[in-house]
């Protein structure tokens, strides 16, 4: 006598299958395939899910919780891709289908639309690639280890409706690196223009010398993670506000200096801090390169 239960049915099936056999031989085909077989049963245990039947070297897998069929569908393609990365000349690759809903049970076997839409499922996907119906995405909901990816509405074969199905991504995400908070600091001739209009290049080039060397002394002497010329300015990090901001006050008081040893042309700079995130490195300097993000100049003015 037959019953029904919902159930979520899992489906995998080797990509190349009958390829791999004909180009390493039955022999170390079957060994390669034997070690994947294996993973697939632990994985399955691993999750409290049933072997349904197999299919040559394919699985038909039943579990009570949808949540728990995408975690093991996650966990035996990561043992795999583990597995072929340690021996790459033995590579097994599959696909897996997931789909969740109301089945027939006869005895150990399952039937029904809902069977049926989980294989059309799993031929739909590519190598190394798991994809679920839309009803395993709503019946898991949020789950912090499990990323959906909407991949459209496709035709599955036998239906007539169209189905909207989700791919779950498993390879492991690479470790972000971790910003550097730092602060900027921005340097700027106000006037420059007018200057070299006045005075023309040659002793514009002098005077710009004379502020390069006063900046970069004072950058020295606070130690800077980075700096880099702008022209007639600088844009120089450091890796705490407060350094930043003495070095802008020992800019401005020597400047102040300078302006009275040359009172027919003094030279006016404005300061600007910022605090922000760094990242990246500048491969041609030897100081960190730095993300900098908005210029604040004109917070000070000598």
């Known amino acids: 006598m037959s019953t029904t239960t919902t159930v979520t049915v899992l489906f995998t099936d080797v990509v190349g299958s009958t390829q791999l056999r004909t180009g390493r031989g039955e022999a170390p085909a079957h060994r390669d395939l034997q070690a994947h077989s294996d993973v697939v049963r632990q994985q399955v245990e691993a999750h409290s899910g049933r072997v349904v039947k197999t299919a040559g070297d394919d699985f038909m897998v039943a579990f009570d919780s949808a949540r728990r069929a995408v975690e093991c569908a996650v966990g035996i393609q990561r043992t795999l891709a583990e597995q072929n990365r340690r021996h790459p000349d033995r ?20 039937f029904g639309a809902a069977v049926n839409a989980a294989k059309r499922i799993e031929a739909k996907a590519v190598g190394d690639q798991i994809l679920v119906s839309e009803i395993v995405r709503g019946v898991v909901g949020a789950h912090k280890d499990v990323e959906f990816v909407d991949r459209g509405r496709v035709r599955l074969k036998g ?13 492991a995400k690479p470790p972000q690196p971790t910003p550097l908070v730092l602060s900027f600091l921005f340097t700027d001739v106000v006037g420059s223009f007018d200057i070299t209009e006045r005075l023309g290049d040659d002793q514009w080039l002098d005077i710009l010398r004379a502020h390069n060397a006063i900046v970069r002394a004072e950058l020295a002497a606070h130690e800077a993670s980075w700096f880099k010329s702008l022209g007639d300015g600088f844009m120089v990090a450091f890796p705490a506000a407060i350094d930043a ?46 993300g900098a993000g908005p210029r604040h100049t004109g917070l000070a003015t000598a």
């Open 159 to 171: 239906f007539p409706e169209r189905w909207r199905l989700y791919e779950v991504p498993w390879q």
């Open 91 to 110: 590579e097994v690759h599959i696909r897996i289908g997931i789909n969740t809903g109301e089945a027939i049970v006869e005895g150990e076997d399952l």
């Open 245 to 290: 901001l003495e070095c802008a006050i020992s800019i401005q008081r020597d400047f102040a200096e300078y302006n009275e040893e040359h009172p027919d042309e003094p030279l006016s700079v404005r300061v600007g801090l910022h605090t922000g995130n760094g990242k990246g490195r500048d491969p041609g300097s030897s100081h960190n390169q730095s």
